[in-house]
């Protein structure tokens, strides 16, 4: 699943934030730690899980030609979105 680099990207914002607080604000270790547990690290893996789960769940996820993602199925059909008529010929995503 692509979706995995979300939460590449999302610990990267965090470990940003951690240098952020700790070099600019010059929070402390302990105050640090309290802030890692409850945000720095569940944020990116609960979104991250959350969004693969329900993408997964709700039958999202299709070739999107070089990776599995969340794309139309089959690939080249015109998505509801992209027609004038607001009609789609896509099976599902």
């Known amino acids: 699943f692509e979706q995995v680099g979300l939460a590449a990207v999302m610990y990267n914002a ?3 934030m ?3 607080l700790r070099i600019r604000f010059g929070w402390n270790a302990s105050k640090l ?3 890692e547990r409850w945000a720095l690290h569940p944020i990116p893996i609960v979104c991250t ?3 693969m789960i329900a993408s997964l769940a709700l ?3 299709n070739s999107g030609l ?3 993602w969340i794309a139309p199925f089959p690939q080249g059909c015109t998505e509801s979105w992209r ?3 607001g009609e789609s010929d896509c099976i599902r995503g």
Do not use: Q
């Open 14 to 16: 965090s470990l940003s």
């Open 18 to 20: 951690y240098y952020l």
């Open 33 to 35: 730690i309290k802030t």
């Open 49 to 51: 899980l959350t969004t």
């Open 59 to 61: 039958g999202l996820f």
């Open 66 to 68: 070089f990776d599995c």
């Open 83 to 85: 027609s004038s008529d």
